[in-house]
């Protein structure tokens, strides 16, 4: 069984900033992607930051400059460092990976439960 525990969600007022955690663990054989995804009220869920194997990383335009991502291979954890807040970055953040259980095992797509983070004054 694999899981991926979030912390770091909270209340944050505009300008300031919050980091996310996600730890993968369970049987992981390898890690194709993993990272951030948030879904707004009303809204589709959307990419925020990822990695992809092989060291690319990935952010949506509304967040560069701004977010952050990093990892640790050794924890299987990503990091999301969330800098000069908006309200707009209101929303439910889901960590994601894509990952294979076994070498001879398709690679699937596993979600967190979501963390709730919000920007307000």
Do not use: H
Not at 2 to 20: D, I, Y
């Amino acid at each position: 069984q694999v899981q991926l525990v979030e912390s770091g969600g909270g209340l944050v007022q505009p300008g300031g900033s919050l980091r996310l955690s996600c730890a993968a663990s369970g049987t992981i054989f390898s890690i194709n992607a993993m990272g951030w995804y948030r879904q707004a009220p009303g809204k589709e869920r959307e990419l925020v930051a990822r990695f992809i194997s092989g060291g690319t990383t990935n952010y949506a335009d509304s967040v560069k400059g701004r977010f952050t991502i990093s990892r640790d291979n050794a924890k299987n954890t990503v990091y999301l460092q969330m800098n000069s807040l908006k309200p707009e970055d209101t929303a439910v953040y889901y960590c994601y990976a894509n990952l294979r259980k076994s070498a001879g095992y398709a690679s699937y797509n596993y979600w967190g439960q979501g963390t709730q983070v919000t920007v307000s004054s």
